[in-house]
């Protein structure tokens, strides 16, 4: 069974800060590994996706993530912080094989943004 | 070219109704999946429908819920005899079938109990 857990359910950084979401999965299989953000009262919006080519992928707004099938983690970075980046992040996982293809998320994290 | 359309974006129902929610997906994808968010909550997995069938309704509770994607028109979920525990947004996703493309999501049904 796959499983994913996002450490800290909330997030705070300075504006024009480091931004870093951490994400680890568990998968009995290659994974399909994606980002995605909720802002608020709306649906989630792909950020970006590993699908087994590249391990550092990049996404929209300067976000961008990186593989590392060692550590079993897929973090989501941005190197300066914009105050428009709050909102909810949700990393989530597929399996490549099975013939389930939805999708387990973990339970999200809040970035705030200070000004 | 619209994305995922659920609606109605709020409902409101009474304890013991029943709530039906609808979701079109995007023109050219053929597979639907239903999450449930509950507050301060990730989004948790119900079902996904191709065309007329179930493919995998493990996250379904058992009674009062039920799901459909029928050859015309859009996939229904529908909550019988509601209790304020259903008070959740329902999100709806679609994808044209390879995962490797991620799901795109519609807004969402957000539903309240009363």
């Not at chain 1, 293809?101 to 000004?115: D, I, K």
């Not at chain 2, 990730?42 to 179930?54: A, C, D, P, R, S």
């Not at chain 2, 008070?87 to 493309?101: E, H, I, K, N, V």
């Amino acid at each position: 069974a796959q499983s994913v857990t996002q450490l800290g359910s909330h997030v705070s950084v300075s504006e024009g800060a480091l931004v870093l979401l951490r994400c680890n999965y568990s998968s009995s299989v290659p994974p399909y590994l994606f980002w995605y953000v909720q802002y608020p009262n709306q649906g989630l919006q792909l950020l970006l996706k590993y699908t087994s080519a590249a391990t550092l992928v990049k996404g929209i707004n300067g976000f961008e993530a990186e593989f590392k099938k060692s550590e079993t983690s897929f973090h989501l970075t941005k190197p300066s912080a914009h105050m428009s980046d709050a909102a909810e992040y949700f990393c989530a996982v597929s399996d490549q094989d099975t013939g389930r293809r939805a999708l387990t998320f973990g339970s999200g994290t809040r970035l705030q943004v200070q000004p | 070219n619209a994305g995922v359309m659920q609606n109605p974006r709020h409902l409101v129902r009474r304890r013991g109704q029943e709530a039906r929610l609808r979701c079109s997906p995007m023109k050219g994808h053929s597979h639907v999946y239903w999450y449930r968010q509950l507050p301060e909550e990730g989004l948790k997995f119900m079902v996904y429908l191709q065309k007329e069938n179930i493919i995998d309704e493990s996250g379904m509770p058992k009674e009062r819920f039920s799901a459909e994607f029928p050859k015309e028109g859009p996939s229904i979920l529908r909550i019988q005899q509601v209790v304020r525990g259903d008070s959740a947004a329902y999100f709806c996703a679609s994808s044209p079938g390879d995962s490797r493309r991620g799901y795109t999501f519609g807004s969402g049904t957000r539903l309240t109990v009363v």
